[in-house]
């Protein structure tokens, strides 16, 4: 059984940037696809980017392109989430997911294909 705690989240001001992370123990993660997701008060939980096992294809929602990247250290057991240039439609509560599937990244866009969720993690951004 994976458990996923992530951390790194906080309040920081529009134009800021932040740096999440996810660590595994229970388990290795590195044949994981790992994921990031989101859900703000009153919204479904929505996709934010994921890292196929291999650290060599990501892929991201169009809200984030260009601002978000995510990572991973298979070694660590650790991924990560690079936050810059955040706004406050960015806040809402960061869960990190790990999917046994190594499918296609449309797949691995829907919360159904993971197994495995952290607890979250709060990113507030104001304005």
């Known amino acids: 059984q994976v458990q996923l705690v992530e951390s790194g989240g906080g309040l920081v001001q529009a134009g800021g940037s932040l740096r999440l992370s996810c660590v595994a123990s229970?388990?290795?993660?590195?044949?994981?696809?790992m994921g990031w997701f989101r859900q703000a008060p009153g919204k479904e939980r929505e996709f934010v980017a994921v890292?196929?096992?291999?650290?060599?294809?990501?892929s991201y929602a169009d809200s984030v392109k260009g601002r978000f990247t995510i990572s991973r250290d298979n070694a660590k057991n650790t991924v990560y989430l690079q936050m810059n240039s955040l706004k406050p439609e960015d806040t809402a509560n960061y869960y990190c997911?790990?999917?046994?599937?190594?499918?296609?990244?449309?797949?691995?866009?829907?919360?159904?294909?993971?197994?495995?969720w952290g607890q979250g993690t709060q990113v507030t951004v104001s304005s």
């Open positions: 229970g388990g290795t993660i590195s044949t994981y696809a």
């Open positions: 997911a790990a999917s046994i599937y190594d499918a296609d990244t449309d797949y691995l866009a829907r919360t159904s294909a993971y197994m495995y």
């Open positions: 890292v196929r096992w291999s650290g060599l294809l990501t």
